[in-house]
């Protein structure tokens, strides 16, 4: 009961309450984001690195196979760009939703 009251505290019966469905919006896009990058990743490294390695192998690229490549060099070089990609976007999101981290002038901290 304490908590009820807390949680009403401060406002009168005509204050209209607090509008937080942006932060359940925002959410919901980093987590989407968030599930779309890392099933690419999965794709990458456990689908074209493990599962249709023999398959890869099949195709030579400068002297090594594609398989092995996706298995060795693939999965890091793409989970690196994802991060990247991650990054850039969230900025974009951030400044969508108000919430992204700048000085008066604009510049990023």
């Known amino acids: 009961m304490a908590e009820a009251e807390h949680a009403t ?4 019966e005509d204050s209209p309450a607090v509008d ?23 794709t990458v490294s456990f689908v074209c690195g493990i599962l249709l390695v023999e398959q890869l192998n099949e195709i030579v690229i400068n002297g090594f196979p594609l398989g092995f490549w996706f298995a060795q060099q693939g999965s ?33 901290l």
């Open 9 to 12: 505290e401060g406002r009168g």
């Open 20 to 42: 937080d469905s942006w932060r359940k919006e925002y959410w919901r896009r980093n987590v989407r984001l968030m599930v779309i990058l890392l099933s690419i990743w999965f």
């Open 76 to 108: 890091i070089y793409t989970f690196v760009l994802l991060i990247l990609v991650y990054a850039l976007r969230m900025d974009r999101l951030d400044d969508e939703y108000g919430v992204s981290e700048r000085d008066g002038n604009g510049r990023r």
